[in-house]
């Protein structure tokens, strides 16, 4: 069974900054893309940023420039550096992975999601 679990959500203030890291456990012979979305109450999950087994990276507009995804495939782990952070970045932000697995071949996983809030 592979799980994705996320950590490094919290409360924080305008212009700070936080770091969600999501590891992925089990059974697993590689990774291949994962990333980051988000969803803000009443709204539908949207993309915050992806990146490749290669390490080619794409970043949603509102976030270009103040996030940065960075991975380390050996420990299948990926990373989200939030930096000048808005109150409009507020949510429960979501881990995803496509993992190649010894039981389940290549399948998507979801993270259980950390909540962002960004006070003003």
């Known amino acids: 069974q592979v799980q994705l679990v996320e950590s490094g959500g919290g409360l924080v203030q305008a212009g700070g900054s936080l770091r969600l890291s999501c590891a992925a456990s089990?059974?697993?012979?590689?990774?291949?893309?994962m990333g980051w979305y988000r969803q803000a109450p009443g709204k539908q999950r949207e993309l915050v940023a992806t990146?490749?087994?290669?390490?080619?990276?794409n970043y949603a507009d509102s976030v270009k420039g103040r996030f940065t995804i960075s991975r380390a495939s050996v420990k299948n782990t990926v990373y989200l550096q939030m930096n000048s952070l808005k109150p409009e970045d507020t949510g429960v932000y979501y881990c995803?992975?496509?993992?190649?697995?010894?039981?389940?071949?290549?399948?998507?996983?979801w993270g259980q999601g950390t909540q962002v809030t960004v006070s003003s």
């Open positions: 995803y992975g496509q993992v190649v697995s010894v039981y389940a071949g290549i399948r998507s996983y």
């Open positions: 990146i490749t087994s290669g390490g080619s990276t």
């Open positions: 089990g059974s697993i012979l590689s990774t291949n893309g």
